[in-house]
């Protein structure tokens, strides 16, 4: 029985001590953006050793089993191949979780999650934020320490006979396999294991540190199993009354910003291309012209992102419909045929003629369902180009080529028409085709704002400019140096009008959202847009609660003229706060997702 108990002991300490070791590694590994000190490290090992101990006792259910049939077998030959192929695939699946887990968070902020399976669909597009080089290391990595934890696990060699006490024995295991199940569920109480238990900080880069990534990932799977997540903080009755004060969809008494109600209308979501990069974060040399165009036009000035994925933004900027922390609406076909789309509006009403541009693959993220359905009467996207344009970057082509293409398409459309366009060159791996600035993210966005500035430019020197309505905005802001989710300028975004059916330049300086855009155009051309029940016409009198919410993976954020709060799910914690009304804002964010996510699951 000795042996028997060795050998387990054995193999879920070598599994505790890779979970141990990943940790202080995960930390050093995005230690660029994420400083911390050596106190940390200890602080993060013992506040996430309980998700190590259940993990761990999860993967050791196959060996005990193993282990109670030896005690009538002895381990024979065939129970050591069994074995040694389980410890391969776990070796395997083991060591790619945690590089993946170290590698995706310098890009999205979170833990591995079920969510970065659904861009295994495209594999192409989901890899072309990083190079060749990029991916061979890791690959290399991940064999070497795969084969490594491997021999761990198998040498030496298990050897042991039959039990000479099988009765016995069979009892002890069998008494301790409720001891195993209760292991693993984190003990008797109420609550079972789960990811909040290990938040510890106000610092998420340390909680996220201290979270198993293999439990994250389960975790979450189990979570999305249903697709559509309702939230419910409150009864109905009270998210019902918050959310009528929030959400008036009514115009009234609306400033004219146009010289026309049929105007053509090009509208551009910026990749990526949040508040840090221009002067909203106090930047002059990265979009010059972004900022001089910004003085040309309307600007919004306090205008924010929803959500930090393309998918989502694409969805809130079009169909004024707010983002989730693990859903993407564009993704499930169901329920994004449903939304309302300024398209499908315009189409509709008054008889627009709808196209979209982009350069990368169109059924990536299930886009090109939400575009048809949505009213695009036309796709542009990278199938369409040259087989050598199509290579100009790893996302598809690049945004020298596709403002081209946009410019030639507002000189053959018929009038009036919708133009959506999506950028892509400002995007990981950052591979543009100049060199003006050392720094690649930042260099990145430079092209893309000479891109901006040629075409421009080259409108305002057409026929169609004096008619034409170009709306600016990103679709997400990016975590960049310092700039994460607890912080406002993360998704403080630029949006800008601009063009010849612009009447006067001004500043708009109310708090807004990206899902504002619908209801505020729509207001301006005299349509209606009652069907845009998370969209508010930013420009009308009945615009009374000026707030903008964003969501992450994990949680949310909410921001008015006086007061911040980033709220995360996991815990239940309010993780960052500015100013002193948190309750109030705490209360809204958690309205919106409640109100939201039963109307999402209504569709």
């Not at 300490?13 to 660029?32: D, E, G, Q, R």
């Not at 209606?528 to 903008?548: N, T």
Request: charge should be negative; charged fraction near 15%.
């Amino acid at each position: 029985m000795g042996k028997r108990a060795l050998y387990l002991l054995k193999t879920y300490l070598v599994t505790v001590l890779l979970f141990i070791v990943a940790k202080p590694v995960f930390m050093w590994y995005n230690s660029a953006n994420h400083p911390f000190t050596a106190g940390d490290i200890v602080q993060v090992i013992r506040h996430g050793l309980s998700l190590d101990l259940s993990m761990a006792l999860y993967l050791l259910a196959f060996p005990f089993l193993c282990v109670v049939v030896s005690i009538f077998t002895g381990s024979k030959k065939w129970l050591r191949v069994i074995l040694n192929i389980y410890y391969a695939i776990i070796a395997c699946a083991l060591i790619l979780a945690l590089i993946a887990d170290a590698s995706l968070y310098e890009f999205w902020l979170f833990k591995l999650e079920a969510s970065c399976l659904q861009y295994l669909e495209t594999p192409t597009e989901a890899m072309a934020s990083v190079s060749t080089g990029y991916l061979l290391i890791r690959l290399f990595v991940w064999i070497v320490l795969a084969i490594m934890l491997w021999l761990a696990y198998t040498h030496p060699r298990w050897q042991i006979k039959p039990s000479r006490h099988r009765i016995v024995e069979s009892l002890v295991a069998l008494l301790c396999i409720p001891l195993l199940i209760i292991g693993i569920r984190g003990g008797l109480s109420e609550s079972t294991t789960n990811i909040g238990q290990v938040y510890y900080s106000q610092n998420q880069f340390l909680n996220h540190s201290a979270v198993n990534p293999v439990f994250s990932f389960f975790a979450s799977l189990e979570e999305s199993a249903s697709v559509n997540i309702v939230y419910q903080f409150m009864d109905d009755t009270t998210c019902n009354s918050i959310i009528s004060e929030l959400y008036n969809t009514e115009s009234k008494d609306c400033d004219t910003l146009l010289t026309t109600q049929t105007p053509n209308i090009i509208i551009i979501l910026l990749e990526g291309c949040g508040g840090e990069f221009t002067e909203i974060g106090g930047r002059q040399d990265v979009t010059p012209n972004l900022n001089r165009l910004a003085k040309e036009g309307v600007y919004f000035t306090n205008c924010y992102g929803n959500t930090w994925r393309t998918d989502r933004g694409t969805v809130c900027a079009l169909s004024g419909y707010p983002s989730f922390p693990s859903m993407s609406v564009m993704k499930m076909p169901s329920k994004s045929r449903t939304m309302p789309n300024i398209a499908k509006t315009l189409k509709e009403q008054r008889d627009y003629h709808t196209h979209y541009l982009y350069g990368g693959d169109i059924n990536f993220t299930n886009m090109k369902s939400y575009l048809i359905a949505g009213g695009f009467e036309s796709l542009t996207a990278k199938d369409d180009f040259s087989s050598e344009e199509q290579k100009t970057s790893e996302w598809g082509v690049r945004d020298g080529i596709t403002f081209q293409t946009l410019y030639q398409m507002t000189t053959t459309m018929q009038e009036p028409y919708l133009i959506g366009f999506s950028t892509l060159s400002s995007h990981a791996p950052w591979d543009v085709p100049i060199h003006q600035l050392d720094d690649e993210v930042l260099n990145a966005f430079y092209y893309l704002d000479q891109c901006i500035g040629q075409f421009i430019e080259q409108l305002r020197q057409s026929a169609a400019w004096d008619h034409t309505l170009v709306i600016m905005l990103p679709d997400h802001g990016i975590p960049y140096k310092d700039i994460d989710e607890t912080n406002p300028l993360l998704n403080h975004i630029p949006m800008i009008w601009l063009g010849g059916a612009v009447r006067n330049p001004q500043e708009i300086t109310q708090v807004c959202n990206q899902t504002d855009l619908p209801a505020t155009l729509l207001g301006q051309l005299g349509l209606a847009h009652e069907e845009y029940a998370f969209s508010r016409d930013v420009l009308s009198s009945s615009y009374q609660h000026p707030f903008a919410i964003n969501t992450y993976s994990d949680g949310f954020n909410v921001i008015d003229s006086t007061s911040f709060i980033n709220y995360d799910l996991v815990s239940d914690r309010v993780m960052a706060t500015q100013g002193h009304d948190h309750e109030r804002l705490l209360r809204q964010g958690r309205a919106v997702l409640q109100a939201a996510s039963k109307d999402l699951d209504k569709r």
